[in-house]
């Protein structure tokens, strides 16, 4: 199977689809676009107005099985209800200041947070909803616990309200930044992933990385990364990139185990690499209150790093397995890729320049880009025009947009029951205690420890979910240990990643496990070991907290930079080269103290 393979890399989305779906996702993207054009619109009529936009995906098209669907009917009508309610009586709810004062009012409250739980459950399964039915019943009942870790209690009128008819709980900010940033991202990848903007991306890689040794796997890598930093999805990555890659990579020779690990490792960078990120980057901006292209300019080497190391490994490999590059005949042409390359490099240029040159926030500078985007819809790679084929790939776009914002969403509207509830009882400060209690107000325990429960949340739950949840506990602890905001909320965001290719829930390792035809456990094994920079990089910003620093301080960034990537060199070749252990254990012991001696 060619490189090139002409085929789009855009996920699959069913061309049956009954045609309600393209027009209610044009639907949902009208309306988050007009947010941005239209002015200030109250979070009381935006926020419910996107939940009920993303409640039909969830229970209606996501449902399987006769009582799924009955069930999901209505709960579907009861969330519609529920939302239209808030929305049109936005006003006159936002002058009781959360306190509920009549039985229909105390009925939509509940059904509002029954009905976010349930859509959370359909969307992602049971941890989060879980974790935040614990936090809404120690907010009912945590007055009856002894000790510092109960709370005095609230009345249940105003705690149900603080939740469901003002501007925090299930419709805070964190809600505001789904509304207003996340969904706007996630119409431009979406768009871009409907044309021939991901066949770019596998062109650029090919010509790059393809006439080197074990050149199939370094393609993996560079398109990965380029994929992966408009999907911020390694499932979606692994499962667009490696239906290309991961045969590929078996013709050149490379073991089934290694290549599935190549693309579940590669894949699992696209929420760490600028400048998308996925949705955690926004989050980052709610939660930190650091604008965005200062986030992309912390994130960028560190991202770096980690594609690198992911580099090393496959030479490594390729070295040990004595891999071949991709033949001639199958790498791309140099006019080929300038042609396919402009289908991604054009709304690209422009968020990049209308965010850093002409000084737009970042959600106009992409909806300037989805224009742009869309626009190529109307042309394949020989640049010809056709309405039907817009057509096509606008439905397509439109039913991927509307199914990622409402995922999105419903993850964000939970994870939101938990915030709210942590900031009314205070509980976020007693576990923040805790940690600095345990760990005997020392820094580096203290890391472990949120490390260690950023891994366990991450492996039940969707890395913005553990991220949001991990940062609101363990953030203040790090912080008050003297490490500044964003560079606690890069270590916590880090480290829920690493589920991705960790034993035993490792979503990327299974997807990229069923595509090479593999047991997952060998996958993962090889995963880990091309995939150390995912649990060594994290600490090694924390000693090296200049790597963060590339626009204030470049020089030092560059120079933490190199010291990083030396140390992770020695790390791989320690674990990958067949070479003598007592050699292979002096390169990893002095990877180790490069990694984390202070500069």
């Known amino acids: 199977m060619s490189i090139m393979t002409p085929s789009s890399t855009a996920p699959t989305t069913e061309r049956r689809i009954q045609p309600l779906w393209p027009l209610l996702g044009l639907v949902s993207i009208g309306f988050h676009l007009s947010l941005i054009f239209s002015g200030l619109v109250p979070a009381l009529i935006a926020r419910p107005i996107h939940m009920a936009l993303a409640l039909p995906w969830i229970f209606i098209l996501g449902a399987r099985g006769p009582l799924a669907k009955a069930s999901g009917l209505v709960f579907f009508l009861l969330g519609e209800a529920a939302c239209l309610y808030i929305v049109f009586n936005a006003d006159a709810l936002s002058d009781q200041y959360g306190f509920i004062d009549t039985g229909l009012q105390m009925a939509v409250a509940i059904t509002l947070l029954v009905v976010t739980l349930e859509m959370a459950r359909r969307a992602i399964g049971w941890p989060l909803p879980l974790v935040a039915l614990i936090c809404l019943l120690y907010g009912l009942f945590g007055q009856f616990i002894p000790g510092e870790y109960g709370h005095p209690g609230f009345p249940l009128a105003s705690y149900l309200g ?30 871009l992933n409907a044309g021939e903007a991901g066949q770019g991306f596998m062109n650029l890689a090919g010509l790059a990385a393809g006439r080197l040794k074990g050149g199939a796997g370094k393609v993996a890598i560079l398109s990965s990364a380029l994929f992966g930093s408009i999907s911020g999805s390694a499932s979606a990555n692994v499962a667009s990139t490696g239906a290309i890659t991961i045969p590929a990579m078996k013709k050149l020779g490379y073991p089934k185990a290694l290549a599935g690990a190549v693309e579940a490792v590669a894949s ?88 850093f040159v002409g000084g737009v926030t970042p959600q ?105 949840i991990c940062v ?90 190199v010291k990083i990537a030396i140390a992770l060199w020695a790390l791989s070749a320690s674990l990958i080269w067949k070479g003598a252990l007592p050699l292979r254990a002096l390169l990893f012991a002095g990877g180790l103290l490069l990694c984390f001696w202070p500069m």
Not at 176 to 186: D, L, N
Not at 294 to 310: D, E, K, R, S
Not at 374 to 402: M, P, Q, T
């Open 162 to 191: 603080t939740l469901t008819i003002t501007e925090g709980g299930i419709w805070g900010s964190l809600t505001g930044v789904s509304v207003g940033i996340v969904s706007i991202f996630v119409i431009l990848g979406a768009v």
């Open 268 to 355: 699992s960078g696209g929420q760490i690499m600028p400048p998308l990120m996925g949705a955690g980057a926004f989050v980052m901006v709610e939660l930190t209150g650091i604008a965005y292209p200062a986030i992309m300019g912390a994130a960028l080497l560190p991202a770096i790093l980690y594609f690198l190391t992911a580099w090393i490994g496959v030479d490594l490999f390729a070295r040990r397995y004595d891999l071949k590059p991709v033949d001639v005949a199958d790498r791309p042409k140099p006019r080929d890729v300038a042609i396919t390359a402009l289908f991604f490099a054009v709304p690209f240029a422009i968020l990049l320049e209308r965010m």
């Open 364 to 468: 106009y500078a992409a909806c300037l880009a989805i224009l742009a985007a869309a626009l190529l819809l109307f042309f394949d790679i020989r640049f010809r025009f056709s309405a039907r084929r817009f057509a096509d790939r606008l439905s397509l776009a439109a039913v991927e947009a509307g199914r990622q914002i409402a995922m999105i969403a419903a993850i964000i509207i939970c994870a939101s029951i938990v915030i709210g509830v942590l900031g009314l009882t205070g509980l976020g400060v007693k576990v923040t205690s805790a940690i600095l209690a345990v760990a005997g107000e020392a820094l580096w325990p203290a890391l472990l420890l949120t490390a260690l429960a950023c891994i366990l949340l991450g492996m039940e739950v969707p890395t913005t979910a553990a991220y949001v």
């Open 472 to 561: 609101t506990v363990a953030g203040p602890a790090l912080q008050r240990l003297g490490i500044e905001p964003l560079l606690a909320h890069l270590f916590v965001f880090w480290f829920a990643l690493l589920s991705t290719i960790t034993p035993p829930v490792c979503g990327a390792v299974f997807i990229a496990a069923g595509m090479a035809g593999e047991n997952w456990l060998k996958v993962a094994g090889s995963a880990m070991r091309l995939g150390i920079g995912l649990y060594v990089i994290p600490l090694a910003m924390i000693a090296n907290p200049a790597v963060i620093d590339l626009v204030e301080a470049p020089g030092a960034a560059l120079i933490a930079f």
